[in-house]
């Protein structure tokens, strides 16, 4: 399968805890892009990258959120101090430069703060 | 407001009965629009891509339509199958902004 991976699937942790989701994108994509999608509602926009580079970043993204892509291949999304509001599908997506480039994602991790 | 409106929020078909899902958007300058279907628990996966300059694309047995003159587009499922049961995810795309604009999706449930 070489279409867009997101690891884990599934994550349950305690308020206050740290957790950090992998996203590997297709490989001959340059732009990774990471969203947030809770329950009835759309993917909402935390942030991208163009290769290694994090070029936009959404005021959804707290100081508690960080997103690195370090060679411009997998990303990791870091969430420090988890809240119960952190509960949600978090979504990674990549595509080839050009405007009219669909984004392909992944199936997400599930996290569920208790 | 949302840029992206959709209705109906949710409907019911019979299997085989064609439906159409609707999207109006604000979102501008214009530079494409596309469906995505998004099955429960997973990511969404693109159906079509429309630009300024096509007014219909067909994937199988979906057919999008685009009037980009009152900024709205339709889904049309010809047909309907029991794996048809989705969201369909309706998301604009501006000129120069790399941020893609969501609609909430429209909940279809094909019961046989």
Redesign the interface.
């Known amino acids: 399968d070489t279409g867009v991976s997101q690891d884990p699937r599934h994550k349950i942790t305690k308020r206050g805890q740290n957790v950090t989701f992998r996203c590997d994108p297709i490989s001959e994509h340059n732009r990774l892009y990471w969203y947030r999608q809770t329950l009835g509602q759309g993917p909402e926009f935390l942030t991208y990258f163009q290769n290694e580079a994090q070029l936009e970043k959404s005021r959804l993204l707290s100081d508690r959120f960080s997103a690195e892509r370090p060679k411009g291949s997998f990303s990791t999304l870091e969430i420090q101090r988890t809240e119960q509001g952190d509960s949600a599908m978090y979504l990674c997506a990549s595509s080839s430069a050009g405007a009219s480039q669909p984004q392909h994602f992944g199936d997400g991790t599930r996290l569920s703060i208790l | 407001k949302n840029q992206?409106e959709q209705s109906p929020q949710s409907l019911i078909i019979l299997e085989g009965k064609n439906c159409t899902l609707q999207c109006n958007y604000t979102v501008s300058p214009f530079?494409?629009l596309?469906w995505?279907k998004q099955d429960t628990?997973?990511?969404?996966?693109?159906l079509t891509?429309m630009?300024f300059s096509e007014n219909t694309k067909s994937n199988g047995r979906y057919t999008a339509t685009l009037d980009a003159d009152t900024k709205q587009s339709s889904l049309h499922i010809t047909a309907s199958q029991l794996s048809d049961s989705a969201s369909y995810?309706c998301?604009v795309?501006a000129?120069g902004n790399?941020?893609?604009a969501?609609?909430?999706?429209n909940q279809v449930v094909v019961i046989p």
Do not use: A, E
């Open positions: 992206v530079s494409n596309r995505y628990g997973r990511g969404p996966v693109s891509i630009t995810i998301v795309s000129y790399n941020r893609l969501f609609g909430k999706g």
